[in-house]
Nanobody, 124 residues
Framework: QVLVEESGGALVQAGGSLRLSCVTS????????WGWFRQAPGKEREFVGA???????DYADSVKGRFTFSRDNSKNTAYLHMNSLKPEDTADYYC??????????????????WGRGTQVTVSS
């Protein structure tokens, strides 16, 4: 059974930082690329960024320069490091796994396994 679980969401003031974790089990973590998406209330899910199996990263323009991604294959964990948070970053954040051969990591359709999300609230 594959499990994907996000954690680390919290209420934080604008300008603050958070680190989200995505812990997985039941799959070969290093063989997958990992994406982060978010969905704010009343809005569609949007791509935040992804880190490929070979550590190449891609960021949405809205978070570039503020968010970074990393992964620890020994811990089966992917991380989303968020700095300079803004109120518009408020959303539920989701981690998802895509096969290493997936090319379009900006599309949610490329992902096989999803976590249930963790809530991030940024107050102004």
């Amino acid at each position: 059974q594959v499990l994907v679980e996000e954690s680390g969401g919290a209420l934080v003031q604008a300008g603050g930082s958070l680190r989200l974790s995505c812990v997985t089990s039941g799959l070969t973590f290093s063989s997958y690329s990992w994406g982060w998406f978010r969905q704010a209330p009343g809005k569609e899910r949007e791509f935040v960024g992804a880190i490929r199996w070979n550590d190449n990263v891609d960021y949405a323009d809205s978070v570039k320069g503020r968010f970074t991604f990393s992964r620890d294959n020994s811990k089966n964990t992917a991380y989303l490091h968020m700095n300079s948070l803004k109120p518009e970053d408020t959303a539920d954040y989701y981690c998802a796994a895509a096969h290493r051969l997936s090319s379009n990591l900006r599309s949610g359709n490329s992902y096989i396994y999803w976590g249930r999300g963790t809530q991030v609230t940024v107050s102004s």
